[in-house]
């Protein structure tokens, strides 16, 4: 859960860890810094984003799923 005001004046940067089950993929509106192993549980993937860039919360956005590029 993020807190989202709904005003472009409001902005943050920010640093995001999304767990998900090793056959999913997760990708965010942030620059991909990583992934690797989730040390509490074998069966998933740790993926980490950041955003350097200050930005509004309403622009956030993740998507885990079954993905091919």
Do not use: N, W
Request: charged fraction near 15%; glycine fraction near 6%; hydrophobic fraction near 40%.
């Amino acid at each position: 859960m993020i807190p989202c005001q709904d005003t472009p004046s409001v902005k943050h940067s920010y640093y995001a860890q999304v767990s998900v089950p090793k056959e999913l993929v997760a990708v965010m509106s942030a620059m991909r810094d990583g992934q690797g192993p989730d040390p509490q549980d074998s069966g998933r993937l740790i993926y980490r984003f950041r955003q350097p860039v200050a930005m509004p919360s309403y622009l956030i956005a993740i998507v885990v799923g079954a993905l091919e590029s």
